[in-house]
């Protein structure tokens, strides 16, 4: 009796642990499907066929709303390129999962104030526009080419501040590479066979002992859960 009990137990625990894992996998696929929608819906219409986005989508993509996304089916969801110029905005305190994109228009807009940090993450951004009285994030230093052109700044060709070595006042720890993340920003990333705090911890990261560690917390945890509700249940 005492082994079948294990055994049910442990079974419950484990479509828990299941059941758990596709719920939160399942949210974050929603979330992010969510936000995309918001943000490609943040204006009326489509992609302005005078904006820059609209002659860079016609090769490169497919337009939804305001965005144009990426023709690969592999990676079907990547924004490539945004257009919100035009839309009455006056502030923008984050522009959600579109740090994919190529170009962003964020021209003709009341915006009074930009933070860097808004793109941050956005390495693969080549060209951006903005009113004309805000700067570049990451200053003209960041780019390779900055005009004022329609009431519109144009801040073209992200540099790699990786490369701006004689610039930089910070290194990356041992064992670790520089990466471009986003205008005026980067991240150091741990060599091959490095990994943990600064990269100091030598071999392959403990994928697999990681996820027993987890695993089994989880089911521990779900037994003494229902172990509980049981004997509450029992005594009502």
Same mark, same amino acid.
Request: contains cysteine.
């Given at each position: /009796?005492?082994?079948?009990?294990?055994?049910? /137990?442990?079974?419950?625990?484990?479509?828990?642990?299941?059941?758990?894992?596709?719920?939160?996998?399942?949210?974050?696929?929603?979330?992010?499907?969510?936000?995309?929608?918001?943000?490609?819906? /943040?204006?009326?219409?489509?992609?302005?066929?005078?904006?820059?986005?609209?002659?860079?989508?016609?090769? $490169?993509?497919?337009?939804? =709303?305001?965005?144009?996304?990426?023709?690969?089916?592999?990676?079907?969801?990547?924004?490539?390129?945004?257009?919100?110029?035009?839309?009455?905005?006056?502030?923008?305190?984050?522009?959600?999962?579109? #740090?994919?994109?190529?170009?962003?228009?964020?021209?003709?807009? @009341?915006?009074?104030?930009? #933070?860097?940090?808004?793109?941050?993450?956005?390495?693969?951004?080549?060209?951006?526009?903005?009113?004309?009285?805000?700067?570049? @994030?990451?200053?003209?230093?960041?780019?390779? $080419?900055?005009? &004022?052109?329609?009431?519109?700044?144009?801040?073209?060709?992200?540099?790699?501040?990786?490369?701006?070595?004689?610039?930089?006042?910070?290194?990356?720890?041992?064992?670790?590479?520089? #990466? @471009?993340?986003?205008?005026?920003?980067?991240?150091?990333?741990?060599?091959?066979?490095?990994?943990?705090?600064?990269? /100091?911890?030598?071999?392959?990261? @403990?994928?697999? $002992?990681?996820? =027993?560690?987890?695993?089994?917390?989880?089911? &521990?945890?779900?037994?003494?859960?229902?172990?509980?509700?049981?004997? $509450?249940?029992?005594?009502?």
């Amino acid at each position: /009796m005492t082994l079948l009990l294990g055994k049910m /137990m442990a079974a419950t625990a484990s479509t828990a642990c299941l059941c758990t894992v596709f719920i939160v996998l399942f949210n974050v696929d929603v979330d992010s499907q969510d936000t995309d929608a918001q943000l490609c819906k /943040m204006c009326q219409g489509t992609v302005r066929q005078d904006s820059p986005v609209w002659d860079f989508c016609l090769t $490169k993509g497919h337009i939804r =709303g305001r965005c144009c996304f990426e023709n690969e089916t592999s990676n079907a969801d990547a924004i490539i390129g945004l257009d919100l110029a035009n839309c009455s905005i006056s502030r923008v305190e984050h522009l959600y999962n579109s #740090s994919t994109a190529f170009i962003v228009d964020l021209s003709n807009n @009341p915006i009074s104030n930009l #933070s860097d940090f808004i793109f941050q993450g956005f390495s693969h951004l080549t060209q951006l526009l903005l009113p004309s009285k805000l700067e570049c @994030p990451g200053g003209n230093a960041s780019w390779e $080419k900055v005009e &004022v052109k329609n009431n519109a700044r144009i801040c073209q060709g992200q540099k790699n501040i990786c490369n701006q070595t004689a610039q930089m006042s910070w290194d990356c720890p041992e064992n670790s590479f520089c #990466s @471009p993340y986003g205008p005026g920003f980067f991240e150091c990333s741990c060599l091959h066979n490095f990994y943990g705090y600064k990269c /100091m911890r030598q071999g392959e990261f @403990p994928t697999a $002992k990681v996820l =027993g560690i987890l695993t089994g917390s989880t089911v &521990v945890g779900s037994s003494l859960l229902w172990f509980t509700q049981r004997r $509450k249940a029992k005594n009502i």
